[in-house]
């Protein structure tokens, strides 16, 4: 699972039908390095995410399985599965 703030949006009028009525975000890692290899990406957000909001990211085959609850993959590299209210980090060894 990656953190990430949403940045933006992107609007796409011809997609593959299976992403029909789902939002699409721009989101940055707040994990530099980690798990994406990169700093933005797009996630279908599957809870009602904008921008500004901190979030919680699955990545790959999860996150095709997340939007449809069954064995029928969708064309989806990351999927915001979460909503973020706070964070608390321990203090650094």
Same mark, same amino acid.
């Given at each position: 699972?990656? @953190?990430?703030?949403?940045?933006?949006?992107?609007?796409?009028? &011809?997609?593959?039908? &299976? @992403? =029909?009525? *789902?939002? @699409?975000? %721009? %989101?940055?890692? @707040?994990?530099? !390095?980690?798990? =994406?290899? $990169? +700093?933005? *990406? /797009?996630?279908?957000? =599957?809870? !009602? #995410? !904008?921008?500004?909001?901190?979030?919680?990211? $699955?990545?790959?085959?999860? #996150?095709?399985?997340?939007?449809?609850?069954?064995? $029928?993959? /969708?064309?989806?590299?990351?999927?915001? /599965?979460?909503? /973020?209210? =706070? $964070? +608390?980090?321990? !203090?650094?060894?």
């Amino acid at each position: 699972m990656i @953190l990430g703030r949403v940045i933006g949006t992107v609007v796409s009028t &011809r997609k593959d039908e &299976r @992403l =029909t009525g *789902f939002k @699409l975000l %721009v %989101v940055e890692t @707040l994990q530099p !390095g980690k798990k =994406t290899g $990169v +700093e933005e *990406f /797009v996630a279908v957000d =599957t809870v !009602g #995410a !904008g921008v500004g909001e901190t979030v919680l990211v $699955v990545m790959g085959s999860p #996150a095709s399985r997340i939007m449809t609850g069954a064995d $029928v993959l /969708v064309p989806v590299d990351a999927a915001i /599965v979460g909503i /973020v209210d =706070t $964070v +608390e980090l321990a !203090g650094s060894r």
